[in-house]
């Protein structure tokens, strides 16, 4: 195991050079617009990712006129959402109406800033990292359930309340999942538990554990679909019933708020996942020397990336491929089926852990 | 806004909420539509919903209500036929043979070989054609997005053809009677040739897609069940009666055209419910290639069309005429006074006859089954309308 330094050069920089409550503070700032700009571009990226992985999933091409391979299209798209009105129907709750859009944006901020997306590029290394991600989500599914019932409209409602029903049940399987490489790491640290799958690529949580990390990835996959809001489990917004579920009466930039907010929750998420399954930002190593030095060489944050947008790749194919569930199948697969297979991969987990049964 | 609290107007009959119950839960409505996506067209469903479990489903009508009947009072015969196309404009080719083979009754007009074998031809590729649209705005309901645009995809060709055939790719208004308004172009059916062999491949393109996958085998299997009763009763025809079991089809037990010659099945469905409904349309797909595939191996040198006349006086008297749309009995009867114009028009559409069903199937089920229902219904709302 190398060490690997974890403080930033520039917050060295202004550690060094500053008062320690300003350089504090610096540092924050420094933080807080680092993700922000983090936050647009990737969801602005995304957006028009999605768009062509769609498209070409549907023999089309997708956008092409804005800007070169239409990657303009976005930002297009987002000038004519912020010029358009806000639009307040008659008989909505003005303060749920108006606070929900800002929930899941704030709650997928919050979980951005414990991951470590290099090696020195995290806010900040929090101890209790999985469980803080945990108790941020929520603030998403908050949002959902008061826009949805603060629109005063009955699907807004219907769509609102299978969210409710849907995302807290899927948290618990997600849960599961990720307290397994919790216990078999033995910190709940994001950057420990990347730290704890150095080597080649079986030492990645998703091989080292035997048969329990695959599973446990496969469940973490789908109940983070859950959790997304995404197809084929996008019940709450469920077009062709609901018409758009809980922000069928959003318009402009609450609207915008939420469907951003749905972006960069996946880019969140699939990066939780890269994380603690696939050795975050640790580079991929084939355990042939020459190769490895060479992989070795891309920093940290560009294996981030790499992972990460793997598993919005996959995100993406589930979405454009199956068709929705139904509330009550949806349900039943959490509570009968995802749920005690999560307990008894965690069981399963337990025993590999505890008799050490892991890859070395 | 307080007004708009308390003032409930009164419910009209029929559409009473039950009484709100111990636990403070109550039943309420929903408007599915005019404006809904999966209603496919303006057609607007007051839904009486249990949290999301649906108690009764009132349809209502009228939205797209164009009085085609009627206008057809002021049209010559021939003129009639294009009104058609603006009924159900997916079977817009079988429904103008309709009108055609009433003139043709009423006035003993035959039709010589060439031109059946082009109606038998165009009324298959619209059956394809339509199923094939159905196909995808099925997927699309169900929430599998990407199968909308592969139905599209292979309608597109199908669209195509008709375009190069008639001009039109909706309203085609190209059947007359005694054969029809125009010969197949040159190369047409080197076409249609190579179509049914893309077909095929699509055809298993689309079981693998959406057939065999597992979500929509749950979300219809046992999903609205009709049974060969009460789908009879409701007189359910086409693939929505025959999913149910009731086994009629016009082309096999009334045989109009030339449909006596080909061979093909009639595929029947036993439980009644999404998935057979689904399941009977794919396997008309294949047999309407069956069919189409016969057709272009003995398509025959000749005239289209026996005689041109551009308008016909009618003996007095009744008419009518049945057709297999890709909906159902697409039935056509006029009642003429011996004159240039019909004296009076009447449709028979399937789709009025199988929405009519929709009460009975939905109950007791979850939005998204009325939504599946819906689907696997195929309704065209023009044609129910009219």
């Known amino acids: 195991m190398t060490e690997i330094p974890a403080n930033n050069p520039v917050g060295d920089f202004l550690r060094a050079n500053l008062p320690a409550p300003w350089a504090a503070i610096g540092n924050g700032l420094i933080a807080v617009a680092a993700l922000a700009g983090l936050v647009t571009v990737t969801a602005i990226f995304l957006i028009w990712l999605e768009r062509k992985v769609c498209a070409h999933f549907q023999a089309r091409l997708g956008p092409t006129r804005v800007g070169p391979f239409g990657l303009l299209q976005p930002i297009a798209d987002a000038i004519k959402l912020l010029m358009k009105e806000n639009v307040k129907p008659r008989g909505v709750d003005a303060l ?97 538990i990347v730290l704890s ?3 080649p690529f079986w030492h990645w949580w998703i091989i080292k554990m035997p048969l329990a990390g695959v599973a446990a990835f496969v469940l973490f996959m789908v109940s983070s679909t859950a959790e997304l809001n995404r197809g084929p489990l996008d019940l709450s917004e469920a077009e062709s019933e609901l018409t758009g ?28 996942g890269a994380t603690l399954f696939l050795g975050g930002f640790l580079p991929v190593q084939l355990g042939y020397a020459p190769v490895d030095h060479a992989l070795a060489m891309l920093p940290g944050v560009c294996w981030f990336f790499a992972k990460t947008y793997s598993l919005i790749f996959l995100y993406m194919w589930f979405r454009w491929t199956f068709p929705r569930l139904r509330i009550d199948h949806l349900l039943s697969l959490e509570w009968k089926f995802l749920l005690p297979a999560s307990m008894a991969n965690m069981l399963l987990g337990a025993t590999l852990v505890a008799f050490r049964w892991i890859i070395p | 806004m307080e007004a708009l609290k308390t003032s409930a107007p009164a419910l009209p009959p029929g559409f009473s909420l039950r009484e709100t119950r111990a636990d403070g839960s109550q039943e309420y409505f929903l408007n599915m539509g005019p404006q809904h996506p999966s209603t496919h067209g303006v057609l607007k469903l007051v839904v009486r919903l249990d949290g999301e479990t649906v108690v009764e489903v009132v349809p ?38 309709g009108v055609c083979m009433a003139i043709e009754k009423a006035m003993g007009i035959g039709v010589p070989e060439r031109g059946e074998y082009i109606r038998v031809l165009v009324s298959e590729l619209q059956r394809i054609q339509s199923h094939l649209l159905w196909w995808g705005a099925f997927g699309m309901d169900l929430g599998a997005v990407s199968a909308f645009l592969y139905g ?26 005694g054969g029809s308004n125009a010969d197949v172009p040159e190369g047409f059916i080197g076409k249609v040739k190579e179509l049914l062999e893309e077909m095929k491949f699509s055809l298993d393109e689309f079981d693998t897609l959406i057939s065999k996958n597992m979500i929509i085998r749950e979300r219809c299997f046992g999903v609205g069940r009709l049974s060969r009763e009460r789908a009879a009763n409701y007189g359910c025809s086409g693939p929505v009666g025959r999913a149910s079991g009731v086994d009629f089809d016009v082309r096999r037990d009334d045989p109009y055209s ?28 294949r047999q309407s290639v069956r069919i189409l595939e016969q057709v272009v191996a003995a398509f025959p040198e000749g005239q289209y069309r026996s005689k041109e006349k551009a308008s016909y006086k009618v003996p007095a008297g009744s008419y009518f005429s049945a057709v297999e749309t890709a909906r159902g009995m697409f039935g056509t009867y006029f009642v003429s006074d011996n004159s240039f114009k019909p004296y009076r028009v009447k449709s028979r559409s399937p789709n009025f006859s199988n929405l009519s069903a929709l009460n009975e199937m939905a109950q007791g089920g979850k939005i998204a089954d009325l939504v599946a229902i819906l689907s696997t219904l195929d309704l065209i709302i023009p044609d129910i309308d009219r």
């Open chain 1, 96 to 192: 749920a109406y108006f606070l929900a859009p800002l929930l899941p944006i704030t709650g997928s901020f919050l979980v951005l800033a414990v991951i470590p997306f290099g090696p020195t590029l995290q806010v900040v290394d929090l101890q209790a990292g999985v469980v803080y991600v945990v108790a941020v989500s929520g603030l998403g599914i908050l949002g959902i359930l008061i826009g949805g019932w603060g629109s005063n409209n009955k699907y807004s409602l219907l769509g609102s309340m299978r969210s409710g029903a849907q995302l807290f049940s899927y948290e618990l399987s997600m849960v599961l999942c990720m307290l397994l490489i919790v216990m078999g790491s033995g910190t709940a640290s994001l950057r420990e």
């Open chain 1, 197 to 199: 799958q150095q080597g």
């Open chain 1, 245 to 272: 579920g809980f922000h069928t009466e959003y318009t402009g930039i609450s609207f915008s708020m939420f469907f951003l907010a749905e972006f960069v929750n996946m880019f969140a998420s699939a990066g939780l």
């Open chain 2, 60 to 97: 209502h009508l009228g939205f797209i209500h164009r009085a085609i009947e009627k206008m057809g009072e002021n049209e010559t015969f021939v003129q009639y036929i294009h009104l058609t196309d603006r009924m159900d404009y997916l079977s817009s080719h079988i429904n103008n043979l």
């Open chain 2, 152 to 177: 599209f995809k292979e309608r597109e060709k199908i669209t195509q053809l008709f375009e190069e055939l008639c001009g039109a790719r909706l309203t085609m208004n190209f059947f007359r009677p």
């Open chain 2, 258 to 285: 030339i449909y006596d010659r080909f061979k093909f099945e009639v595929p029947l469905g036993s439980n009644g419910d999404c998935l057979d409904r689904y399941l009977v349309r794919i396997a008309e797909m």
